[in-house]
């Protein structure tokens, strides 16, 4: 049976795209832009090294509690991906260039196996770096980011099988104004954050994202599938996973075992779910987010991990 859960992100974009639209022109790719990095870093604290990703369209300041709360032991180095959050944008492609620039990063600046924690878009490039660059990461904690998104709402997606869905949908975006985008994805977030300050916190930063660079990055999250590239992982992973808008029983264990079939092949892995939280777990239920990514921190580095 075809599974079809309805999971916060996703739903909100699946109803964003559904909105009426009139036909967007046709245009050719935005050449990348190779002299742009593909993100900036904000570097905060002292310790062992710890890489943040935030998801689509998000800037870093997803993960000021975090780095609040983790600086005293941490070296905590926060990235806003390029065209997000005012940042210049890169073009086309997309995720590649973060994927590689951040590989880069980690040797250029020596860091010695950093921990890597990345939310949606960039729990999955916390994945794609670890499968592409085992020997050089650190344990990996994804945020409600999996190896392949299209997969959460429907099991047997493939890579081909979505793209028609996911051309219509960075079409929508692509074409929006800059006004338009940042009233969309306010209204987005009021789905994903339960609090109306961290709403309106994180759309500060999200409203001055680029249109057509969310655009071509939310394409490419949806049309890339990594699932048979995670067993390449060697890191211990923790995946933390939000379900508590699926009510049901038996769509919700359905749900979570999608997610658990995603990284089942990753060697050492570990697979929760926060009970109350929405898509942005670190501010929704930020002491059990902390608890569990404490946790797992102190597994991995116990003899034998």
Request: overall charge negative; proline content about 8%.
């Amino acid at each position: 049976m075809t599974s079809r859960i309805v999971l916060p992100l996703l739903f909100l974009l699946a109803l964003a795209f559904s909105s009426p639209a009139g036909e967007s022109p046709k245009t050719k790719p935005t050449p990348a832009k190779k002299e742009i990095a593909p993100f900036s870093v904000t570097v905060t604290g002292s310790g062992p090294p710890m890489i943040l990703i935030p998801g689509l369209a998000c800037s870093g300041n997803v993960w000021d509690g975090t780095v609040e709360h983790f600086k005293d032991r941490y070296e905590c180095h926060v990235l806003t991906l390029a065209g997000f959050g005012g940042q210049p944008a890169i073009g086309t492609p997309f995720l590649e260039p973060v994927r590689d620039g951040l590989i880069k990063y980690i040797a250029e600046k020596h860091l010695d196996h950093p921990i890597i924690i990345g939310h949606s878009l960039g729990g999955f490039m916390a994945f794609w770096v670890a499968a592409t660059a085992p020997d050089q990461v650190g344990p990996i904690v994804a945020v409600d980011g999996m190896p392949f998104y299209a997969a959460l709402l429907d099991n047997t997606a493939t890579a081909q099988s979505i793209i028609p869905q996911a051309e219509g949908m960075r079409a929508l975006f692509k074409d929006q104004t800059p006004e338009q985008f940042a009233f969309r994805v306010r209204g987005f977030l009021t789905g994903m954050i339960t609090s109306p300050k961290d709403i309106a916190k994180v759309a500060e930063g999200s409203g001055k994202s680029d249109p057509k660079e969310v655009a071509q990055a939310f394409y490419e999250l949806m049309t890339i599938d990594l699932r048979s590239k995670v067993q390449a992982i060697r890191t211990p992973v923790l995946v933390i996973g939000a379900t508590a808008a699926v009510s049901d029983p038996g769509q919700k264990k359905e749900a979570e075992d999608n997610y658990r079939a995603e990284v089942a092949t990753i060697a050492h892995h570990k697979v929760v779910f926060a009970a109350k939280a929405r898509h942005f777990i670190q501010l929704d239920e930020p002491d059990y987010f902390y608890q569990e990514v404490e946790t797992f921190l102190k597994e991995s580095s116990a003899p034998g991990q």
